[in-house]
């Protein structure tokens, strides 16, 4: 018993704990990420007229969940830099295929959590904010739809990375998509990066509306975002999924 005592907190014991608190972690983080986007958004739009029953589930449900949303999010964040300071964690980082797919996964993830500071939780203050005040009987904010509108399209767009972030970090290892023993070429390793930074910078840019049609619904690229409850996401999510596994198919082999 205290040889097992002594394991669990040598090196090779604080990096499970912290493998198991990250992934823990990353699970409240993107669970309530699915919960709002496949379910609060549809059920809040089916509220219909029924804006002071949507303005007390706001204030009520969401402004809890959103606080646990966005801490889970930061201490995932966290816990994998935290991770990424164990020894042998870089070991062959940027050669292997396994080590490039890791990274991209940090990076959608980085990407991820930043959309949820600077961009969903800073909009949705306004419109918890609105609710609050319209509940109290104030005047409604006219910012506060367009605040939603952006806080959506970027919570939207964190579930189409979080398909493939996802497979980058579950996946990475598996040597059926991946080189796990030998290195990859400069040139294989760059041809990677380019189409995935490539890819990855359009979608940013887009769900933070810097593209001409902005936040314009179901204009462009927002299309993902939009449409008839939540298919054109689940479409957008995967078809980057399957993007990812064909280059580090093509390239990572």
Same mark, same amino acid.
């Given at each position: 018993?205290?040889?097992?005592?002594?394991?669990?907190? /040598?090196? *090779?014991?604080?990096?499970?704990?912290?493998?198991?608190?990250?992934?823990?972690? %990353?699970?409240?983080?993107? $669970? =309530?990420?699915?919960?709002?986007?496949?379910? *609060?958004?549809?059920?809040?739009?089916?509220?219909?007229? &029924?804006?002071?029953?949507? +303005?007390?589930? @706001?204030?009520?449900?969401?402004?809890?969940? @959103?606080?646990?949303?966005?801490?889970?999010?930061? /201490?995932?964040? !966290?816990? %994998?830099?935290?991770?990424?300071?164990?020894?042998?964690?870089?070991?062959?980082?940027?050669? #292997?295929?396994?080590?490039?797919?890791? #990274?991209? $996964?940090?990076?959608? %993830?980085?990407?991820?959590?930043?959309?949820?500071? %600077?961009?969903?939780?800073? +909009? *949705?203050?306004? !419109?918890l904010a609105n609710a609050a005040n319209l509940l109290a009987g104030g005047e409604a904010n006219p910012d506060a739809p367009a605040a939603?509108?952006?806080?959506?399209?970027?919570?939207?767009?964190? !579930?189409v990375f979080s398909f493939a972030m996802l497979f980058c970090m579950v996946f990475a290892g598996h040597d059926i998509y991946t080189n796990t023993t030998g290195e990859v070429s400069s040139g294989k390793a760059g041809g990677f990066w380019?189409? #995935?930074?490539?890819?990855?910078?359009?979608? &940013?840019?887009?769900?933070?509306?810097?593209?001409?049609?902005?936040?314009?619904? +179901?204009? $462009?690229?927002?299309?993902?975002?939009?449409?008839?409850? !939540?298919?054109?996401? =689940?479409?957008?999510?995967?078809?980057?999924?399957?993007?990812?596994?064909? @280059?580090?198919?093509?390239?990572?082999?």
């Amino acid at each position: 018993m205290t040889a097992t005592a002594v394991g669990l907190f /040598s090196s *090779q014991g604080w990096n499970t704990i912290l493998r198991a608190a990250h992934i823990l972690a %990353g699970i409240t983080w993107i $669970g =309530l990420l699915y919960f709002f986007n496949l379910v *609060q958004v549809p059920a809040y739009a089916a509220f219909g007229d &029924e804006a002071k029953a949507r +303005n007390l589930a @706001l204030d009520k449900l969401s402004r809890r969940a @959103l606080w646990w949303f966005r801490w889970a999010a930061f /201490s995932t964040f !966290v816990l %994998g830099i935290l991770l990424t300071t164990q020894k042998g964690f870089f070991d062959n980082a940027g050669k #292997s295929g396994t080590t490039i797919l890791i #990274s991209l $996964g940090m990076l959608l %993830g980085t990407i991820m959590m930043l959309n949820v500071w %600077g961009v969903i939780w800073r +909009n *949705q203050k306004v !419109v918890l904010a609105n609710a609050a005040n319209l509940l109290a009987g104030g005047e409604a904010n006219p910012d506060a739809p367009a605040a939603g509108r952006r806080a959506l399209m970027a919570s939207r767009q964190n !579930v189409v990375f979080s398909f493939a972030m996802l497979f980058c970090m579950v996946f990475a290892g598996h040597d059926i998509y991946t080189n796990t023993t030998g290195e990859v070429s400069s040139g294989k390793a760059g041809g990677f990066w380019a189409v #995935s930074f490539i890819v990855v910078a359009v979608m &940013e840019l887009n769900a933070l509306g810097f593209m001409p049609w902005k936040t314009a619904p +179901n204009k $462009g690229l927002n299309a993902m975002y939009d449409g008839k409850g !939540v298919k054109n996401v =689940l479409i957008a999510a995967t078809a980057l999924l399957v993007i990812v596994v064909a @280059l580090a198919q093509l390239f990572l082999r």
